[in-house]
């Protein structure tokens, strides 16, 4: 069902889309990021990568769980508040982010099935677009075991070839998205398939960062925990927290109830992102914090994506997109890191 | 606030503003005493909150009444020089200068957050300060700006 | 010209001679073309300081590191630390010196002048390059930067991509130093003081509120803004819930009861209430370093909060943050003067 879209019947596809949300990358104050497409609209599809990442879509900043209500006197009232959005559709989306969603998928479905996450996850489709080239110096998704055209989370894989796109639906939602397309796409003939396969072998050359070893680093943090390197590694960090709230497969959360009147009671409870590289995350009610340095946070948030993901879940947490080493404000590095202490 | 003393009876509909007041114990909010027991009528919009003085109100409190709601905030103190604590209110004069450029700077409608100086002699001017405050907030509606979205 | 040679032979006499523990400097990162901050304890290493158009972190911040990891080490090592120091990042010394967080003779500033220049925005740079990361940036004489990216260079004005900050800047070298390297400059030609705070100023009451609406709308509450700054050195941030000190003393009702005034959710209101609390603490103390508005993630116009609070405490109060290390504090003075037209 591979089709060809060309570039000026974009926003042909996009008009046949109604009922959807559109969503895709915008160049805004400097930076990429998604952004709604309004009606006429179209996504930019020659950009970067987006600074906040696509679990967003899934995973919010906020989410409220329920609401809670006292009628004077009585008990109070809890009133569920499970999402119930829009199908969504996010165009542009890298495949180092594609297959951050998986992951994601891994975490809140393992042993419970979140409510809030998959409400929004279902109504989700996931346009990929391909890389031409790695879109900045600190991309590294083939050293993770991805690739500038992985499949693996996205829904839909495009890729530009100048003047149109190639357009290949790769799950039901895929198809469904691409089936509303009509008569605003082609055929793929053989010509335009074997195009796209050496767009995507150029591609592969890269220039990205790479790693030594990869299947050696879980073993290899396991040894290190130790090792004074660490430390060393982590003297610039400010804690932050960039790089874990920027990062397309970090998870962790933190729930409060957010109390707006005391008598009656009356408020709501939330989830927040949280982080581990925040002093309080480790906290326990005794006062004491296992991980009270900045140095031991490091090694967390390494070790979670290198080795504990590894020995949970049986792949890499950490997808390659970069953007922990870019938006960094002080240099810490991954790559850097990892071939530091968890290399030969 | 229940059962306040009120001029006239409000209308159901009406907006009526609500004001935090921070007065200050010697001398604003005995000022305000001093209107109730002189029976002098006026707005009942001004929920007053005692503080030792005008210059131990942090910018904390302030922003804090409008997320809650607040239409209007004022805070109120000694008379420059009067200042039981001496210099108190000569902290409070720069800090809450600054207060008001924030806010202002930020789109905060302007005149949201008052400052003024009344002694505990100074029944009938809190009245009219608070009078001045309420009409004042009721044509500029109530304060959505910097309010918690319930 | 600021002679790198020279400075790295101070540095590294200061280490032979024992006078200082560590020299806290830029070197070349591994991520990119931006310096990383590092610590230089040994003589030999001061070969790797460097200094560039990149070099825009503030080390201010890591003499307040320090300072905390001597205060909670049981061997702590309180000899003085060496800092490499930009005009503003020395006032940020003279701040913290006025503030008694540290004594005079605990630091020795290695004064830099930018000269007729100043630090690259990665914000402007990226606008310019549509989101492209360069190789490498150089000085090229006062007026302008040479950019390499991928094979190609180009030199872009100074005026077109120096910091905000640089443009407005009113010193651009060190207000206090043990040692200067670069020509003192006095008079630079680019922009008014307070240049951005006047222009936004100059908006009217809906335009701002729309535009800070919008701001702390997309904040994250990542804190990277109060992590950065040398100035935000409170052990318990007011704001912020997550950061209360917990001593075996605090009891379980301290600890239920803590003050929240404002909720961990990141909800517009919430990040209003911490936003211009921190502007409000920093009133007087901000040196405009620029680093808060650097390291955010979703690129809040931070700066113009501070440098508005530093255009009143200059044009009302005739007062400049670290002009002199042993000025009172802006809040904890007055003077007769000071305005009454607005207090009824």
Same mark, same amino acid.
């Given at each position: $069902?591979?089709?060809?879209?060309?570039?000026?019947?974009?926003?042909?596809?996009?008009?046949?889309?109604?009922?959807?949300?559109?969503?895709?990358?915008?160049?805004?104050?400097?930076?990429?990021?998604?952004?709604?497409?309004?009606?006429?609209?179209?996504?930019?599809?020659?950009?970067?990568?987006?600074?906040?990442?696509?679990?967003?879509?899934?995973?919010?900043?906020?989410?409220?769980?329920?609401? !809670?209500?006292?009628?004077?006197?009585?008990?109070?009232?809890?009133?569920?508040?499970?999402?119930?959005?829009?199908?969504?559709?996010?165009?542009?989306?890298?495949?180092?982010?594609?297959?951050?969603?998986?992951?994601?998928?891994?975490?809140?479905?393992?042993?419970?099935?979140?409510?809030?996450?998959?409400?929004?996850?279902?109504?989700?489709?996931?346009?990929?677009?391909?890389?031409?080239?790695?879109?900045?110096?600190?991309?590294?998704?083939?050293?993770?075991?991805?690739?500038?055209?992985?499949?693996?989370?996205?829904?839909?894989?495009?890729? +530009?070839?100048?003047?149109?796109?190639?357009?290949?639906?790769?799950?039901?939602?895929?198809?469904?998205?691409?089936?509303?397309?009509?008569?605003?796409?082609?055929?793929?003939?053989?010509?335009?398939?074997?195009?796209?396969?050496?767009?995507?072998?150029?591609?592969?050359?890269?220039?990205?960062?790479?790693?030594?070893?990869?299947?050696?680093?879980?073993?290899?943090?396991?040894?290190?925990?130790?090792?004074?390197?660490?430390?060393?590694?982590?003297?610039?960090?400010?804690?932050?927290?960039?790089?874990?709230?920027?990062?397309?497969?970090?998870?962790?959360?933190?729930?409060?109830?957010?109390?707006?009147?005391?008598?009656?009671?009356?408020?709501?409870?939330?989830?927040?992102?949280?982080?581990?590289?925040?002093?309080?995350?480790?906290?326990?009610?005794?006062?004491?914090?296992?991980?009270?340095?900045?140095?031991?946070?490091?090694?967390?948030?390494?070790?979670?994506? !290198?080795?504990?993901?590894?020995?949970?879940?049986?792949?890499?947490?950490?997808?390659?997109?970069?953007?922990?080493?870019?938006?960094?404000?002080?240099?810490?590095?991954?790559?850097?890191?990892?071939?530091?202490?968890?290399?030969? | 606030?229940?059962?306040?003393?009120?001029?006239?009876?409000?209308?159901?509909?009406?907006?009526?503003?609500?004001?935090?007041?921070?007065?200050?114990?010697?001398?604003?909010?005995?000022?305000?005493?001093?209107?109730?027991?002189?029976?002098?009528?006026?707005?009942?919009?001004?929920?007053?909150?005692?503080?030792?003085?005008?210059?131990?109100?942090?910018?904390?409190?302030?922003?804090?009444?409008?997320?809650?709601?607040?239409?209007?905030?004022?805070?109120?103190?000694?008379?420059?020089?009067?200042?039981?604590?001496?210099?108190?209110?000569?902290?409070?004069?720069?800090?809450?200068?600054?207060?008001?450029?924030?806010?202002?700077?930020?789109?905060?409608?302007?005149?949201?957050?008052?400052?003024?100086?009344?002694?505990?002699?100074?029944?009938?001017?809190?009245?009219?300060?608070?009078?001045?405050? %309420?009409?004042?907030?009721?044509?500029?509606?109530?304060?959505?700006?910097?309010?918690?979205?319930? | 010209?600021?002679?790198?040679?020279?400075?790295?032979?101070?540095?590294?006499?200061?280490?032979?001679?024992?006078?200082?523990?560590?020299?806290?400097?830029?070197?070349?990162?591994?991520?990119?073309?931006?310096?990383?901050?590092?610590?230089?304890?040994?003589?030999?290493?001061?070969?790797?300081?460097?200094?560039?158009?990149?070099?825009?972190?503030?080390?201010?911040?890591?003499?307040?590191?320090?300072?905390?990891?001597? %205060?909670?080490?049981?061997?702590?090592?309180?000899?003085?630390?060496?800092?490499?120091?930009?005009?503003?990042?020395?006032?940020?010394?003279?701040?913290?010196?006025?503030?008694?967080?540290?004594?005079?003779?605990?630091?020795?500033?290695?004064?830099?002048?930018?000269?007729?220049?100043?630090?690259?925005?990665?914000?402007?740079?990226?606008?310019?390059?549509?989101?492209?990361?360069?190789?490498?940036?150089?000085?090229?004489?006062?007026?302008?930067?040479?950019?390499?990216?991928?094979?190609?260079?180009?030199?872009?004005?100074?005026?077109?991509?120096?910091?905000?900050?640089?443009?407005?800047?009113?010193?651009?070298?060190?207000?206090?130093? +043990?040692?200067?390297?670069?020509?003192?400059?006095?008079?630079?030609?680019?922009?008014?003081?307070?240049?951005?705070?006047?222009?936004?100023?100059?908006?009217?009451?809906?335009?701002?509120?729309?535009?800070?609406?919008?701001?702390?709308?997309?904040?994250?509450? @990542?804190?990277?803004?109060?992590?950065?700054?040398?100035? @935000?050195?409170?052990?318990?941030?007011?704001?912020?819930?997550?950061?209360?000190?917990?001593?075996?003393?605090?009891?379980?009702?301290?600890?239920?009861?803590?003050?929240?005034?404002?909720?961990?959710?990141?909800?517009? %209101?919430?990040?209003?209430?911490?936003?211009?609390?921190?502007?409000?603490?920093?009133?007087?103390?901000?040196?405009?370093?620029?680093?808060?508005?650097?390291?955010?993630?979703?690129?809040?116009?931070?700066?113009?909060?501070?440098?508005?609070?530093?255009?009143?405490?200059?044009?009302?109060?005739?007062?400049?943050?670290?002009?002199?290390?042993?000025?009172?504090?802006? $809040?904890?003075?007055?003077?007769?003067?000071?305005?009454?037209?607005?207090?009824?």
């Amino acid at each position: $069902m591979e089709k060809i879209l060309r570039k000026e019947h974009l926003s042909e596809w996009l008009s046949l889309l109604d009922g959807y949300d559109i969503h895709g990358p915008a160049f805004a104050d400097g930076v990429w990021n998604y952004a709604r497409v309004e009606a006429g609209g179209e996504p930019a599809l020659d950009h970067t990568n987006t600074v906040r990442p696509v679990k967003e879509f899934a995973f919010p900043q906020r989410e409220v769980f329920f609401r !809670f209500e006292q009628e004077k006197g009585g008990r109070p009232v809890l009133t569920a508040a499970v999402p119930d959005p829009k199908p969504t559709v996010v165009f542009g989306v890298r495949p180092c982010d594609g297959r951050a969603m998986p992951r994601n998928d891994k975490v809140f479905a393992a042993e419970f099935k979140d409510p809030y996450y998959w409400a929004r996850r279902d109504q989700l489709t996931l346009v990929g677009l391909a890389c031409a080239e790695p879109h900045s110096p600190n991309c590294f998704c083939m050293a993770v075991g991805g690739s500038p055209h992985s499949e693996d989370g996205l829904d839909v894989l495009m890729t +530009d070839l100048g003047d149109r796109f190639h357009v290949k639906p790769i799950t039901a939602k895929g198809v469904e998205i691409v089936a509303r397309g009509r008569e605003a796409f082609d055929e793929a003939r053989p010509a335009d398939k074997t195009e796209v396969q050496r767009a995507h072998d150029m591609a592969e050359r890269g220039p990205q960062r790479s790693l030594t070893d990869l299947a050696g680093i879980a073993d290899a943090l396991r040894q290190s925990f130790d090792s004074p390197a660490w430390k060393e590694l982590a003297a610039p960090c400010i804690g932050c927290g960039v790089c874990t709230f920027l990062c397309p497969t970090c998870h962790c959360f933190d729930i409060n109830d957010e109390v707006t009147c005391q008598a009656p009671c009356k408020g709501e409870r939330v989830r927040t992102w949280d982080n581990c590289q925040f002093p309080d995350f480790t906290m326990h009610t005794s006062g004491h914090n296992p991980r009270d340095d900045l140095a031991a946070r490091l090694r967390q948030r390494i070790s979670h994506k !290198f080795l504990y993901f590894v020995d949970n879940h049986k792949t890499q947490q950490c997808v390659g997109c970069g953007r922990c080493i870019s938006e960094c404000p002080v240099g810490i590095d991954i790559v850097n890191v990892l071939e530091t202490v968890a290399q030969p | 606030m229940s059962n306040p003393a009120k001029s006239t009876t409000p209308v159901p509909d009406e907006f009526q503003p609500r004001i935090v007041a921070f007065l200050c114990k010697w001398c604003s909010s005995a000022g305000s005493d001093l209107a109730g027991v002189s029976r002098l009528q006026y707005s009942s919009s001004a929920v007053p909150i005692q503080v030792m003085c005008s210059g131990s109100v942090s910018p904390l409190y302030i922003l804090s009444a409008f997320k809650k709601g607040a239409d209007g905030v004022l805070v109120s103190g000694c008379h420059p020089g009067d200042c039981h604590y001496m210099k108190g209110n000569f902290f409070a004069r720069r800090r809450l200068y600054l207060v008001q450029k924030l806010l202002g700077f930020i789109g905060v409608e302007k005149d949201r957050f008052r400052m003024s100086w009344v002694s505990a002699a100074e029944g009938v001017k809190f009245a009219h300060i608070v009078d001045d405050f %309420a009409r004042d907030i009721k044509a500029l509606g109530p304060q959505q700006r910097l309010k918690a979205k319930s | 010209m600021v002679k790198i040679e020279e400075l790295q032979a101070y540095a590294a006499e200061l280490l032979e001679k024992g006078q200082v523990k560590g020299v806290l400097g830029y070197r070349r990162g591994t991520a990119g073309p931006w310096v990383e901050p590092c610590t230089v304890t040994a003589a030999a290493d001061t070969a790797s300081l460097t200094w560039d158009p990149t070099c825009v972190n503030n080390l201010a911040l890591y003499l307040v590191k320090d300072k905390k990891a001597q %205060a909670a080490s049981k061997t702590p090592d309180k000899r003085p630390l060496a800092i490499v120091a930009k005009g503003c990042d020395s006032r940020a010394v003279a701040v913290l010196l006025q503030e008694n967080y540290f004594k005079r003779d605990e630091v020795v500033v290695i004064g830099v002048s930018c000269e007729g220049s100043g630090v690259v925005d990665k914000r402007k740079l990226s606008e310019k390059l549509k989101g492209k990361t360069p190789a490498r940036i150089e000085f090229a004489g006062d007026d302008g930067f040479k950019v390499a990216v991928g094979k190609s260079e180009t030199m872009i004005p100074a005026a077109e991509i120096l910091a905000d900050r640089c443009l407005e800047c009113r010193a651009p070298s060190p207000t206090v130093s +043990d040692k200067l390297f670069g020509e003192v400059v006095q008079e630079r030609s680019y922009a008014a003081p307070f240049a951005a705070a006047q222009a936004a100023e100059a908006a009217s009451e809906e335009e701002r509120w729309a535009q800070w609406q919008h701001h702390f709308d997309r904040c994250l509450r @990542c804190f990277a803004c109060r992590s950065v700054c040398p100035m @935000c050195y409170c052990p318990e941030c007011v704001v912020d819930s997550t950061t209360i000190v917990i001593t075996p003393q605090t009891t379980a009702e301290d600890k239920a009861n803590r003050i929240r005034w404002c909720e961990r959710s990141a909800t517009p %209101a919430d990040s209003a209430v911490y936003h211009l609390t921190r502007a409000m603490h920093l009133a007087g103390r901000c040196v405009d370093c620029g680093e808060c508005e650097r390291v955010c993630p979703v690129n809040i116009p931070l700066r113009l909060l501070n440098t508005k609070l530093e255009k009143e405490a200059f044009e009302m109060f005739e007062y400049q943050a670290g002009q002199d290390a042993g000025q009172a504090s802006l $809040m904890s003075s007055f003077r007769d003067e000071d305005p009454n037209g607005f207090i009824r």
